[in-house]
């Protein structure tokens, strides 16, 4: 059994809101169970007696109620809310009355400074923006989108367009263009909302030609709204600050429950993006249960670390949907140094503070230690999440960040805006687990024949339908995209795509991706186990793993390596490296080859781009195995493409 890092005291578990939801089943329902898992097989179950507790625990807001909680119990085509009409945002703005003056969002920007809103702000502004939207003649059912960095204009003008029922959709300002049309282009916006530039690490990034090429590639927007920083506002264009400033009352359209919300995206890093659409009652649904996960309550200071192209831009709002203050932060975290992150962090006095695994793994391997450097005294909950978090990490943090923080790594995803597991307040935290499967999610990990698997790697799979589940891809009509990217494995099963473990406890540990799997003379593993006896390594900064399965050949497994400052790649770390895999996974995953890399390529939200890699080292074309638009770091691909032509004519 893994080494326990940190235990709630009673006080710290009791007082959670997971325990008083608890508390609230067994008073209005008399429900009672021995344990979370108890409780949590319940929750799959009886799946329309629990969302209903969710929906009234939350005393969530509807102007018709819901004819039935789940019409329709089959995937795809589940059917929620039949009948039900409301709308998302009227969710977060319940809680401006009494606390018009308070804080509801911080904002540290490098562009524009440190600035807070309040509730009463916020909301006045969201009918403002609403009201310019309708007059631009902005319906339900019309796509606004955005090209925005992580600040209070994105929030407002995505209340604004999902108050009145037309659909949100959202770029980071860092994409390149070609990644935002296929992206924007497929779902035909009337309004465009854009920055016109920004301020990263210190220098002014002018994104004025890149938006002119993106308003020239989209023919269906009828109006431009623009946020000058860098030049003068073009022709024809509306100045945000105009859409803001009209004194109206906020109202909101009342909408189905599988009305859609926003629009989000793949990682378009191997095809063309899918354009995943979410409803108002999953997503609400889906935040108040993932708040009780996070322990998030009315007063709390909450902020996870994001770009606004990630899903976890989105996942913000489920704090202020609870009525907590969201901090927001934009700019580079690593400028001036890595400790800005921390700085900010103890300087916003954050009750819960969440990043990228790949942000926590970074500052270990700089040697930071924010314990030393700043005051986390109000510091309560991390969590991780985008990739698998090593136990070398989970040690860093309660080393050298806080020793009595509940640490909570998440795993979900994009395609169901939430998390299949996830952290529980009330239970010890073990080294490189997650504690425990979502309420309301049926989690399984699986073999290839659809067999369960306990203590063992399988696929994650989920066997229940959630509300947050997309509703379709936009423009696929017949649904055959949506059926082939999550139910053509297992009929009538949602397969993620993931590697899993789950112990008879629940807890749980994540693999990596299942396209990505290593299967060396019959055993497969996750690259995930290799990355952490790697780079547990201090010469070592970053690596990525490729398993090339060559038909009629014998498979070839290189590793490639981001070496510290200083190091050099000789034969004695060489050693060494595969003495730590030998060691720490097996001597059957040593790779054929260690070579020695710049950057490992990444998405935008960080992931590592293994498939892509592996197609185009088993020859696959360089321009279509990956969208580069699409990543964090496209020059880094360019190593990848010398290497596999060195090998095909080798």
Request: one cysteine or more; proline letters at 5%; aromatic letters at 10%.
């Amino acid at each position: 059994m893994t080494q326990i890092l940190w235990t709630p005291t009673p006080e710290r578990a009791e007082a959670s809101t997971l325990a008083e939801f608890m508390r609230w089943l067994e008073k209005e329902r008399s429900l009672s169970f021995a344990d979370y898992n108890e409780m949590w097989r319940w929750s799959i179950d009886d799946l329309e007696g629990f969302w209903s507790a969710i929906w009234e625990f939350f005393d969530l807001r509807a102007s018709q109620p819901w004819e039935r909680v789940l019409a329709k119990r089959q995937m795809p085509g589940a059917v929620w809310g039949p009948g039900m009409r409301l709308n998302y945002t009227d969710q977060i703005m319940k809680h401006v009355a009494g606390r018009e003056d308070t804080p509801a969002l911080v904002l540290q920007s490098e562009t524009f400074g440190r600035c807070e809103m309040t509730w009463g702000a916020l909301r006045a502004q969201v009918a403002s923006v609403a009201h310019h939207l309708r007059q631009m003649g902005v319906e339900e059912g019309d796509r606004v989108v955005a090209i925005l960095p992580n600040t209070e204009t994105a929030l407002i003008a995505f209340l604004a367009t999902a108050s009145i029922g037309a659909v949100w959709s959202l770029c980071a300002p860092d994409m390149g263009h070609v990644a935002i049309l296929d992206r924007f282009s497929q779902i035909q916006p009337k309004v465009l909302i854009a920055q016109d530039g920004y301020v990263h690490a210190g220098k002014m990034i002018d994104r004025q030609d890149i938006l002119a090429e993106i308003a020239a590639g989209l023919p269906s927007v009828g109006q431009f709204v623009t946020v000058p920083v860098v030049g003068e506002l073009p022709a024809g264009h509306v100045a945000w600050d105009s859409l803001t400033q009209t004194d109206v009352a906020y109202e909101s359209a009342q909408v189905p429950f599988e009305h859609p919300l926003w629009i989000v995206y793949s990682s378009g890093t191997t095809g063309n993006p899918k354009p995943i659409v979410h409803g108002h009652g999953g997503i609400v649904l889906e935040g108040c249960k993932q708040s009780l996960h996070k322990d998030v309550r009315p007063g709390d200071r909450y902020c996870w670390l994001t770009s606004s192209g990630w899903i976890m831009w989105n996942s913000q709002w489920m704090a202020l949907g609870q009525g907590a203050t969201v901090a927001m932060f934009d700019g580079a975290v690593n400028h001036p140094d890595m400790g800005v992150v921390w700085r900010f962090v103890a300087d916003e006095r954050l009750d819960y503070f969440g990043a990228g695994a790949a942000f926590f793994s970074t500052c270990m391997k700089a040697g930071i230690t924010p314990r030393e450097e700043v005051d986390l005294s109000a510091l309560k909950s991390l969590g991780a999440t985008g990739s698998p978090l090593s136990a070398d990490a989970y040690d860093w943090i309660y080393r050298d960040v806080k020793q009595d923080v509940w640490l909570a790594p998440i795993s979900g995803g994009t395609d169901l805006s939430g998390a299949f597991v996830l952290g529980n307040p009330m239970m010890p935290v073990r080294a490189g687990e997650m504690q425990c499967r979502a309420l309301g999610n049926a989690v399984r990990a699986f073999d290839p024949e659809g067999n369960e698997l306990i203590g063992e790697v399988g696929e994650l799979v989920c066997t229940e339908p959630l509300p947050s589940m997309p509703l379709f891809f936009w423009g696929d009509e017949d649904g055959s995209r949506l059926h082939d990217s999550y139910f053509d494995t297992y009929p009538g099963i949602w397969r993620h795509g993931d590697w899993i473990m789950i112990d008879e406890k629940g807890a749980s540990v994540i693999y990596g991706r299942s396209d990505a799997t290593i299967n060396r003379k019959g055993l497969r593993l996750g690259s995930a186990e290799i990355y952490q006896a790697v780079e547990g390594l201090p010469e070592v900064m970053d690596s990525l793993v490729i398993d090339l399965e060559y038909l009629g050949r014998e498979s070839f497994m290189p590793l490639f390596v981001v070496l510290a400052e200083g190091q050099t790649l000789d034969a004695a770390l060489k050693d060494k490296i595969n003495g730590a895999i030998r060691r720490d996974v097996s001597a059957r995953f040593v790779p054929n080859e260690i070579v020695q890399i710049a950057e490992v390529p990444r998405t935008l939200s960080g992931k590592k781009l293994e498939v892509p890699v592996k197609k185009l080292l088993l020859g696959g074309d360089p321009e279509r195995v990956v969208n580069r638009d699409s990543m964090a770091n496209p020059d880094s691909f360019d190593f990848f493409v010398d290497y596999a032509n060195r090998r095909a004519t080798a």
